[in-house]
Nanobody, 115 residues
Framework: QVQLVESGGGLVQAGGSLRLSCTVS????????MSWYRQAPGKQRELVAT???????SYADSVKDRFAISRDIAKNTVNLQMNSLKPEDTGVYYC?????????WGQGTQVTVSS
């Protein structure tokens, strides 16, 4: 059974930084496409960043050059370093793993950026 547990969210002022972590069990991060999504109040969940099994990274235009996704194979975690945070980055951030037809989600971690 795949389990994803996010951590690292919190309240930060605009311009600040946060580092989110997703601890994965029941599978190995390197054989999954790992992604971070976020959902702002009243909005649909949106894709923020992805790292493929071969390590290729991609980002939403709104976070490019500010966010960085990485994986630690030894710890079996996926991280999201978020810099230069803006109030519009506020939302619940979710970790997702995908391998073939199988997709799993974490419970989410709240990120609030104050202006």
């Amino acid at each position: 059974q795949v389990q994803l547990v996010e951590s690292g969210g919190g309240l930060v002022q605009a311009g600040g930084s946060l580092r989110l972590s997703c601890t994965v069990s029941g599978t190995i991060v390197s054989i999954n496409v790992m992604s971070w999504y976020r959902q702002a109040p009243g909005k649909q969940r949106e894709l923020v960043a992805t790292i493929t099994t071969s390590g290729i990274r991609s980002y939403a235009d709104s976070v490019k050059d500010r966010f960085a996704i990485s994986r630690d194979i030894a710890k079996n975690t996926v991280n999201l370093q978020m810099n230069s945070l803006k109030p519009e980055d506020t939302g619940v951030y979710y970790c997702n793993s995908k391998r073939g037809a199988f997709s799993s989600w974490g419970q989410g971690t709240q990120v609030t950026v104050s202006s």
